[in-house]
Structures are given as structure tokens and as C-alpha cells.
């Protein structure tokens, strides 16, 4: 008895040490990653192995909970303008001409739970009034894997059905036209994880790109959507994977940005009459409210090469969007002029694009406001009277909050963000005034 008492005392001796321990280095590696010039706010994960990020844990926190606001000063003020140059678009021949409109989300992510009562009716009333709606799906939704409830699993997600069922309207549809698939957690639950989610989605008649298998694989290399007639092209790529040696198991295919392979399907679509050419593509750095140059680099090379619309993902926080004119695209104004990256492509016709950088996340358990706001960008095609193409103008910019709602989110809600400011300003003004200041910056670039 007094020997299993002695080891019972040395085990909890250890326990406690251990977890001393790990505080202790915790705690440290916290303060030395302040550094004088914040270097946490430098740190990449995208491109490491888990074992290559895990060193720079403490940093991959720090970043996450503070966020990276740096951009050079010039690239500030050039998305800062982006909202005047964008309100000149609303002058265009829109009222005198039939649209159709699309909504764009952001990053669809695991929820922990609440899977069938998260969704609040309005979201869901608000997105059904598109002629078609896109997101990006960033878990698989394996039905025969186990789905975590537990503690945050930023790792390796799968989710419940629900999560996407919720957007069912009341005949059964389901209000996503068409969902990327390509993104970092594409393969969190391996092959047969991405063939069960993709058959998932077939039978759940919301149509997908970015990944594939053999048993999966579509006659193109991107979806070709004829509706109201107007044919719209939708691609998707992603930076890279979580598991990057699945890709050579067996007949796995998942999109790749790379420049060359993206100009090639812009060229295909082009060469097939697809006269909306919409690209939706997971790239740049997580939590930085500003696209990398590199990043804005290529965004611009796509629209030369001929998308109209490029939508991202990945950062979990809304940036900003620019617009890019082509081949003398007259918008009625000179006062803008040197903050819209003018373009001139072989065709010679007066088009334009819009990069959306980054829609932030739809459905999260992150614990930050401004990795909770997420973006519902509206876009109204319509075929224009001086070019008898199909051309574009932005419409509402809807933000939504997912509020973590009852002990461990058990209550949660998505829901819009003025809905929900409004009520948490009836029950706690200071803690309301102190997330609208935090995400306030960031919605007034879309006003």
C-alpha cells in the first residue's frame, strides 16, 4: 500500500513538473518572440511539415491572436481607394439591362458541433436569393471517419454532413451551386476521404472542382455552368496540402496554383465561349490583412490572362479587393486613374477584373472577431450595351459573425454582423465597442 501510495505521489510529482515545464518554456519562447521588431508577425506555416512548424508554435499563436497588419504604405493607401474606384462601377448600364447575381463566401471550416442549428435563417434566406452561390469547403465531410467535438482540431478536420445540409432550402436543394475542394485540408482524412467527401457533394447535387479522382473525374478540367444564358467557367487551386505524399498514391488529382497551368485553363475556357471566367484559388499567408506583393502579382497576371473573377482564401480574415481595367476600359473617370492597375491583353476588348484577396472565414471556431467576420460578396452579371459581352459589377457586401453562443459553443450561430452587434450592444456595450473597433477597419473597405 505505501508503495503504490509512493508511486501514485511520483506520478503526480511528474505531471506536475512536466506541465510546470511546458508553461515555463511556454511562457518564454512567448516573450523572446516579441523581439523588437514583433518578429512573430513574420512567421509563415504555409510550406512546413507539422514537425518543421512546430518549433514556431508560440509564434504561429502570437500571429494568430494578433494579427499581421503589414503592407508597404503605397499598397495601403492603392486598396484604400479601391472602394471609390469600385462606387464608379455602379454608373454602368446595369439598370437598363436583365442580371443575374452571384454570392461568394469564404472558407467553410469544421464547427465543432451545432452542426444542424448553427445556420441562422436569415443567412440562409439571404444566400438563396442568388442565381448561384460559390465557397470554398476547407474539410472533408468523410461519413464513415470519426468527426472531432473535443478540443480545436486545426490539424486534421472532417465534419458532420450537416454543415452543408444546413444550406438545403426547403425542396431539398442545396443553395451552393458549386464548392471548392482545393485547399490545405483537402486530404485530412486521405484518399478515400476525399472520394467519400466528393461523392458526398455529388449526391448532395452541389457540383465541385479543385479535386478529384479517378472515379470522380469531370470531362473538363473546370466546371462549366450554362445558366440563364450565360456560361461560367469556375476553376479552383490551391497553394499546397497538409499531406503532400498522398498525392502519389493512386489516381488522387487536386489543382495547383501554378501560373502556367492557370493561364493554360483560362485559354481553354476562353477557347470553349465561357463568357464569365471565375477562378477560385487558396493561396497567401495566414491571419495578414494584407495579400502578399507575390500574391498580388499573380492575381493580376490571371486577370491579363483572362479572369473576370478571382476570389481567395486561406488568410481566416477578410482583405481587402482591387479592381484591374483592360485594354482602355473607361470607366468616366481620370481622378482615380493611378489606382487601377490598367492591363492590355492580346484580345484588344475593353474588359475589366476584380481580385477578392481574401473572404475570410464563413463557418469557423476560431476564437478572434476578426477571424469570426466573414464576407458574403455579391456580384451581378449582366451583358453590357457597348460591348455586347458579359460584363460585371459588385453588389452588397454582407458581413457575417459566427458567434460562439452558450458554454462551449454549444448555441453558436452564424449569423450577420450588424444582427449581432446589435444584440451583444444591448447586453454588453463595452465588450460590443471593443470587436466592432477591431473589425471595423476592415469592413470599410468594402463600403
Known sequence: MKKQRRYTRIIRFSAISLFLFLVTSFAYLWIKS?????????????????????????????????????????????????????????????????????????????????????????????????????????????????????????????????????????????????????????????????ERTLKFLQKEGVLVTGASTGSTQGEREYLLIDSMGVRVGFYAATWGVNKPALLSIGDISINRIELASKISILKKMREDSVDVKILYLHWGYEFELYPDEEIVRIGRELAIAGADLIVGSHSHIVQPFEICLGNGYNLGSDSLSRYYFNFKDSTGVPRKSVILYSLGNFTTTMYTPLCRLGLIQGVKLYKSSSTGLWDWTLGESAFVYNNPAGLAGFRRKLTFYNDFIKNLSSRSPAKAAKIDAEVRSVMQQYE
Open 34 to 194: 516579441e523581439g523588437e521588431d514583433r518578429d512573430y508577425l513574420k512567421f509563415r506555416a504555409e510550406g512546413l511539415s507539422l514537425s518543421q512548424a512546430a518549433p514556431s508554435g508560440v509564434k504561429y499563436i502570437r500571429k494568430y491572436f494578433s494579427k499581421s497588419r503589414s503592407a508597404p504604405d503605397s499598397l495601403k493607401l492603392f486598396f484604400a481607394k479601391q472602394s471609390e474606384v469600385n462606387r464608379l462601377h455602379n454608373r454602368s448600364d446595369l439598370a437598363d439591362n436583365d442580371y443575374l447575381t452571384i454570392s461568394f463566401v469564404g472558407d467553410i471550416m469544421w464547427i465543432r458541433n451545432g452542426w444542424s442549428s448553427f445556420l441562422d435563417p436569415s443567412v440562409r434566406e439571404y444566400l438563396s436569393r442568388s442565381d448561384m452561390v460559390f465557397g470554398n469547403l476547407e474539410t472533408p465531410i468523410d461519413t464513415l471517419a470519426p468527426v472531432p467535438s473535443l478540443l480545436p482540431d486545426y490539424v486534421n478536420y472532417n465534419s458532420k454532413p450537416h454543415l452543408l445540409r444546413s444550406f438545403n432550402r426547403e425542396d431539398g436543394s442545396n443553395i451552393f451551386t458549386a464548392l471548392s475542394f482545393a485547399n490545405n485540408h483537402t486530404l485530412d482524412k486521405g484518399d478515400k476521404g476525399l
